[in-house]
C-alpha cells in the first residue's frame, strides 16, 4: 500500500501522483509567458558565458603552473588559493588541497570579473541563444580537453 497525502485529493491518489500531477502543470505556466519579459538576452549571455571563462582560467593558471620549472607560479597560486580551508593543513593524515585552492580561486576570480564586464557590455543587446549557448560550450569543451591529460603531453606549453 502507498502512503496517502491527506484530504480530499490523497483519496484519489498516492502521494507520488499528487507529485507527478504538478510536473505535467510544470510547462504550462511557461508557455503562457510573463507578463514583462525580457526584451533582451544579454545578461543571460554574460552570466552563461562567464562561468565558460571561469573554467577556461582555472586551466589556463593549471597548465601554466605545471609548465614553470622552478615553481614559482605553484607557490603563488597556491598562496592566492591558501583563504580555502584545507589548502595548507599541517596534518598528514587528512592531507591538504595544496596548489588547486589557488587554481579553484582563479576561477572564482575569472567568473566574478567577466561576469559584470559582460553585464555591462551586453545589458541591452540582444544575443541569439545559438550565440551564447556555442561561446558557453566552446569554452567547457576547451577546459574539459585542458584538463584530459592523454592530449597535452604533447602540446608543451614551454
Request: glycine share 8%; net charge positive.
Amino acid at each position: 500500500m502507498t502512503q496517502e497525502i491527506s484530504g480530499k485529493y490523497a483519496k484519489q491518489h498516492p502521494w507520488y501522483g499528487w507529485i507527478w500531477d504538478g510536473c505535467k502543470k510544470f510547462p504550462k505556466f511557461l508557455s503562457q509567458g510573463s507578463k514583462n519579459p525580457p526584451t533582451t538576452s544579454g545578461i543571460a549571455a554574460a552570466a552563461l558565458i562567464s562561468a565558460g571563462i571561469g573554467c577556461f582560467a582555472m586551466m589556463v593558471t593549471h597548465h601554466f603552473s605545471d609548465a614553470d620549472k622552478t615553481k614559482t607560479i605553484e607557490t603563488m597560486v597556491w598562496s592566492l588559493g591558501s583563504w580555502i580551508p584545507g589548502s595548507h593543513n599541517p596534518d598528514k593524515m587528512w592531507g591538504n588541497i595544496g596548489s588547486y585552492s589557488g587554481k579553484e580561486t582563479m576561477l572564482l576570480i575569472g567568473w566574478l570579473v567577466s561576469w559584470p564586464i559582460l553585464h555591462l557590455l551586453w545589458k541591452n543587446t540582444n544575443i541569439k541563444a545559438k550565440t551564447m549557448i556555442l561561446w558557453f560550450l566552446v569554452l567547457m569543451i576547451a577546459a574539459t580537453a585542458m584538463s584530459w591529460h592523454p592530449i597535452f603531453p604533447y602540446l608543451p606549453l614551454t
